[in-house]
């Protein structure tokens, strides 16, 4: 059973330009979330979608946006990409939204450089 | 507001040591998830366990055990007989599931390193 998939697994982007991020999660599960994480921090939430919408989102600009497809899938955009875009982005599914017993299961990540 | 300490940046044993990792949050919910994360040098977040605000009884898995005290908003995590392979970054996280959904707040994580 595959777990949660990411790719690329790095990226180098120059500032202003655009960069799309995706995540395959793992089987059975239907809620996606993306968290930033930058060097010696912990992850931060950036947004979770469920349905193909986004049902919470962090305190991130409208720069960062998201997509979700029907097989449950999804894309993070980062649109004029910034030096302090640089990090970490990690994807994470989880079993029916709301569960009580919701558990994350995290890839391995994109690592995004921007120079 | 909800809010995960870690006041522990960096901590250094020897294999066979035990060692605690100090998890403090905030929250106003009454109904909240804890968590414990590792997150190896290859950089997936590897869940440990979970604890719901209603179970405060404290158990132990294998090497593993923790110490849930809502009195004192905390949630400490407990390696027994470290080894070598354990050395990685321990991250705390809280979630209060909501109709919106079910984001997880992270400290800003334990570097454990542990030498043989």
């Known amino acids: 059973d595959a777990g949660v998939t990411q790719s690329p697994t790095h990226l180098i982007k120059t500032r202003g330009q655009q960069v799309t991020l995706r995540c395959s999660p793992k089987?059975?599960?239907?809620?996606v979330s993306w968290y930033q994480q930058a060097l010696g921090q912990g992850p931060q939430f950036i947004f979770q979608?469920?349905?193909?919408?986004?049902?919470q989102r962090g305190n991130f600009p409208d720069r960062f946006s998201g997509h979700q497809f029907p097989n449950y899938s999804s894309e993070l955009n980062v649109n004029a990409l910034l030096l302090g875009d640089s990090a970490l982005y990690l994807c994470?599914?989880?079993?029916?939204?709301?569960?009580?017993?919701?558990?994350?299961?995290f890839g391995q990540g994109t690592r995004l450089t921007v120079v | 507001a909800q809010k995960v300490t870690q006041a522990q940046t960096e901590i250094s044993v020897v294999e066979k040591e035990d060692v605690t990792l100090d998890c403090v949050y905030e929250?106003?919910?009454?109904?909240?998830?804890l968590f414990w994360y590792k997150q190896p040098p290859s950089g997936e977040l590897v869940f440990l366990i979970r604890?719901?605000?209603?179970?405060?009884q404290n158990e132990i898995s294998g090497r593993y055990s923790w110490n849930f005290q809502k009195s004192t908003s905390s949630f400490n995590f407990t390696i027994t007989a470290s080894q070598v392979v354990d050395s990685a970054v321990y991250f705390c996280?809280?979630?209060?599931?909501?109709?919106?959904?079910?984001?997880?707040?992270f400290g800003k994580g334990t570097t454990l390193s542990v030498s043989s």
């Open positions: 604890r719901n605000s209603f179970d405060e």
């Open positions: 929250t106003r919910d009454t109904t909240y998830y």
């Open positions: 979608y469920y349905e193909e919408e986004e049902r």
């Open positions: 996280a809280l979630s209060a599931p909501n109709q919106a959904g079910t984001a997880l707040i």
């Open positions: 089987s059975g599960h239907d809620t």
């Open positions: 994470a599914s989880s079993p029916i939204l709301d569960s009580l017993n919701t558990e994350a299961f």
